[in-house]
Nanobody, 126 residues
């Protein structure tokens, strides 16, 4: 069983930055594709960013390209989402997810992921 624990959310003004962290327990996550999703009030969950099993490939939603960066530190067994130039429309609960099966691709669809964290809330004020 894998447990994913997110942290780093909070309240920030528009234009500010936050860094989210995701630390899986139960497995060494560096051999799995992982991703970040978000769900805003009244909206469906959407893909934000993902990183392949090897770490050599990343993918971003158009809405966050150029502003967000996904990375991971194998030594710390932690994945990060660096969020810069935040906008009020980035306000959401952010979830990290782990995919046990993808080899080279970066999954962008939620159902492809096997484990999910409990979410961390990000609020961007205007």
């Amino acid at each position: 069983q894998v447990q994913l624990v997110e942290s780093g959310g909070g309240l920030v003004q528009a234009g500010g930055s936050l860094r989210l962290s995701c630390a899986p327990s139960g497995r060494t996550f560096s051999t799995y594709a992982m991703g970040w999703f978000r769900q805003a009030p009244g909206k469906e969950r959407e893909f934000v960013a993902g990183i392949s099993r090897s770490g050599r490939t990343t993918s971003y939603a158009d809405a966050v390209k150029g502003r967000f960066g996904i990375s991971r530190d194998g030594a710390k067994n932690t994945m990060y989402l660096q969020m810069n130039s935040l906008k009020p429309e980035d306000t959401a609960v952010y979830y990290c997810a782990l995919d046990l099966h993808s080899t080279t691709a970066v999954p962008t669809s939620g159902p492809l992921y096997d484990y999910w964290g409990q979410g961390t809330r990000v609020t961007v004020s205007s």
